[in-house]
């Protein structure tokens, strides 16, 4: 069922590393064109591309740079995305991060500001300049095309101490696809998030030993999900014919996590 990828041409964001990386990969097994995307050209990007490649053809991977942050860089990396593909079939919004911890008492605007731009503001914006191409490729082929956020167990739990503002800010994301629901299904695009629950990578690169085995103990599987196990999810929500009647959802990969 999963045939229909092949040849699409697939945006995702912040996806030099962990669970961006591992949803490239799958894409590219699938014979998908992708563009993975970090802040800018360096080492972690280069070892990104070689592993992509060792899967799949060169000639339909690139690498585009571009910090989510600013709206200006996004709508340039949707440009440059277009330029090289001719078109979009599937934007994954995939960048964020927890950007910090503050407590209520000591966040100020800076924090705030960028909390909200690396999760909020950058899946906005992306899709924001992808829609008319989403719009274009839908029409062109009479099939759906497709926007999925990696939203977070979080949006739903408040977030661990000093996560508040990252949780709402997944919280956002979630509630703001059922809106461009409302707006755009006329236009055969759907909108759809892969919710994680505790995933292994560097996004927990600040927590002890101590803090990850009681995590993992919250866990019905009694551990960390792995980003491969989440790559699927994705695939799915991608699909048109596995999932094109499918929109306004909000799929939890948690391994049976209830509260972290
Ligand atoms: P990660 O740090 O390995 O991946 C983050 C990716 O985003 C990297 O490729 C990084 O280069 C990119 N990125 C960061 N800032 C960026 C910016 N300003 N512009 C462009 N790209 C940028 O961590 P991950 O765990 O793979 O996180 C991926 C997504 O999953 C994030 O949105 C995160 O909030 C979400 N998430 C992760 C977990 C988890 O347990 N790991 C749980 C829930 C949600």
């Known amino acids: 069922m999963f045939a229909d990828l092949a040849g699409k041409r697939v945006l995702i964001t912040g996806s030099t590393a962990g669970i961006g990386l591992a949803i490239a990969k799958l894409f590219v097994t699938m014979g998908a064109k992708v563009a993975i995307n970090g802040r800018s050209a360096n080492a972690a990007a280069e070892s990104a591309l070689s592993e992509l490649a060792a899967v799949g053809s060169k000639y339909d991977i690139v690498f585009l740079p571009a910090d989510l ?16 593909f001719g078109g979009m079939d599937v934007l994954i919004n995939n960048a964020g991060g927890l950007g910090g911890r503050s407590s209520l008492e000591n966040i100020d605007d800076d924090f705030y500001d960028h909390v909200m731009d690396l999760n909020a503001r950058s899946a906005l914006m992306v899709t924001r300049f992808s829609i008319p191409f989403l719009r274009e490729s839908a029409k062109a082929s009479g099939k759906t095309t497709s926007v999925i956020s990696t939203g977070s167990i979080a949006a739903r739990e408040g977030g661990g ?25 006329k236009d055969n695009i759907r909108f759809n998030i892969v919710s994680p629950g505790t995933i292994d990578t560097v996004f927990h690169a600040d927590k002890s030993d101590e803090l990850k085995d009681k995590i993992a103990g919250s866990i019905a599987f009694g551990r960390f999900g792995e980003s491969a196990e989440l790559a699927p999810s994705y695939a799915f929500f991608a699909s048109h014919a596995c999932s094109g009647y499918i929109t306004g959802q909000i799929l939890d990969v948690n391994g049976g996590q209830m509260c972290p």
């Not at 600013?70 to 090289?84: G, I, P, Q, R, S």
């Not at 059922?178 to 707006?183: G, I, L, P, Q, Y």
């Open 161 to 185: 101490l000093g996560a508040g503002i990252y949780a709402a800010s997944k919280a956002w994301l979630h509630n703001v696809h059922r809106n461009w629901v409302k707006e755009y299904t």
């Open 69 to 84: 942050t600013k709206t200006d860089e996004c709508e340039k990396l949707v440009n440059a995305f277009v330029e090289k």
